[in-house]
């Protein structure tokens, strides 16, 4: 009973360091710690949990920015994160920097699918409207897992192997 507590205020804290995180950081664009950290919570704990956590962190963007046709997409652009950093063999800070990178590069990709029901050449135009600023994603998210990765995997370490930090 304990430990499901203790998971439980677990996934709350992430879910709302997460969304503190994006709201500190709004006025920069393109330039967010939720990649890096959702990358972190993924590999540190289970699927499951991560899972929970990047859901709960959507639900919450919703109640703060209301629904569109966005809505979808979020849920599955940051959960997808976390599947794919579950699925690489490896979390070290190099192949983690370039995962969350390309995170970057293809998010605005990502959003653009939903046009294709418009045409091809509607997603396309979409897609090349923001690709400046999936570049800074790209770009911020790789410096920011270069330079944050090594301390911040060592708290996350810490910090989830004993339940007497909280």
């Not at 699918?113 to 135009?125: D, H, K, Q, R």
Request: with cysteine; aromatic share 16%.
């Amino acid at each position: 009973m304990k430990n499901n507590i203790f998971k439980l205020v677990q996934i709350a804290l992430f879910s709302a360091i997460l969304v503190i995180s994006k709201e500190i950081l709004a006025f920069l664009p393109n330039v967010e710690l939720v990649s890096f950290l959702l990358i972190l919570i993924a590999c540190h704990m289970s699927l499951k949990e991560s899972l929970m956590i990047a859901t709960c962190f959507c639900f919450i963007q919703m109640l703060l920015y209301g629904f569109g046709e966005w809505t979808p997409i979020y849920f599955l652009v940051w959960n997808g994160l976390v599947l794919v950093v579950k699925l690489i063999p490896f979390h070290s800070k190099h192949p983690l920097a370039l995962i969350s990178g390309l995170f970057g590069l293809t998010f605005g990709l990502y959003f653009s699918l939903p046009y294709l029901f418009l045409s091809f050449e509607t997603a396309l135009a979409y897609w090349i409207k923001g690709l400046f600023f999936d570049l800074i994603h790209c770009l911020g998210n790789y410096l920011i897992m270069m330079l944050l990765y090594d301390r911040m995997n060592s708290l996350m370490e810490t910090f989830l192997t004993s339940e007497d930090t909280l």
